[in-house]
């Protein structure tokens, strides 16, 4: 599928869900995996420190607007793993409710919340 294909799909199941319509497991997990969400693995040994100063004061977006580059210090100082991680999303049900799971490459834990769809039985 070309970029412009998912999209158009994700906007219809969207629409139906919008609409308080239902959809179906598959479609819902299709919408979930059309945003690549990768593990960006453990922090290197010896910079917890530096990363928890860092990431303070990057703050809870990307930083780019304090001129930080999140994703860069991420590749400084973590091991990459990049494991899938809509893997795990997908195992749990679409009800909102918050995670905290291991990445199943690397064990580094990361926290989601569910992603909330009407699923048909």
């Known amino acids: 599928m070309t970029p412009d294909e998912i999209r158009a799909q994700v906007d219809e199941i969207m629409a139906r869900v919008y609409a308080n319509g239902t959809v179906t497991r ?32 990057v703050g809870v977006v990307g930083g780019q607007e304090k001129g930080y580059d999140l994703a860069l210090m991420d590749s400084i100082l973590r091991e990459p793993c990049g494991a899938d991680f809509n893997d795990v999303i997908v195992q749990f049900p679409f009800d909102g409710a918050d995670h905290l799971e291991p990445c199943p490459k690397c064990d580094q834990m990361i926290s989601f919340r569910s992603p909330i769809f009407p699923v048909s039985e």
Do not use: T
Request: glycine share 10%; proline share 6%; hydrophobic share 40%.
């Open 26 to 57: 598959e479609e819902a997990e299709f919408v979930v995996r059309a945003v690549g969400r990768w593990c960006k693995g453990p922090k290197k040994p010896g910079v917890e420190a530096e990363y928890a100063k860092m990431r303070e004061a």
